[in-house]
């Protein structure tokens, strides 16, 4: 089975505040595509359309056995969220700085594809700096203890 493909670029410009585990609506190759780990996350985010929330911006590359009947790369995925966490969403989003982006895809146990969408506020670039900081801290302290 494929493994999940993480955004880490969200957390180091993000603070993740709530996560959200969403469907998400995709043809039969878009499928075939991410079971290769062929996706990229590079400037996509989520956003709302007449009560439907969107990720725009996510790259699926194209199946590599496919026809001509392959997909699009980059397009708007409608996401599969219910009516009470679309609100909250929706909601939260009012407050200026929050943005919705994708963390990961993965596959569930009946082999369906899920989006885990995290609300986050802008990270300033001091914040980005020390976040730089404490991950060199980590590593240092990880090799003096090997």
């Not at 725009?56 to 009470?84: C, M, P, Q």
Request: one cysteine or more.
């Amino acid at each position: 089975m494929a493994k999940e493909m993480n955004n880490r670029q969200a957390y180091f410009n993000y603070y993740i505040e709530d996560k959200y585990v969403a469907g998400i609506v995709l043809l039969g190759t878009e499928v075939k595509s991410i079971r290769d780990g062929k996706v990229s996350f590079v400037d996509s985010f989520c956003l709302f359309d007449d009560g439907e929330l969107w990720v725009r911006g996510l790259f699926i590359a194209s199946y590599s056995h496919g026809s001509a009947n392959n997909h699009i790369e980059v397009h708007d995925r409608k996401l599969l969220l219910t009516k009470r966490e679309l609100g909250r969403l929706e909601a939260k989003l009012k407050d200026k700085g929050y943005t919705i982006v994708p963390l990961r895809v993965f596959f569930t146990d009946k082999n369906l594809v899920k989006v885990e969408i995290g609300l986050g506020r802008g990270k300033k670039l001091h914040d980005k700096r020390e976040t730089i900081k404490n991950r060199d801290v980590e590593k240092e302290i990880k090799r003096y203890l090997k």
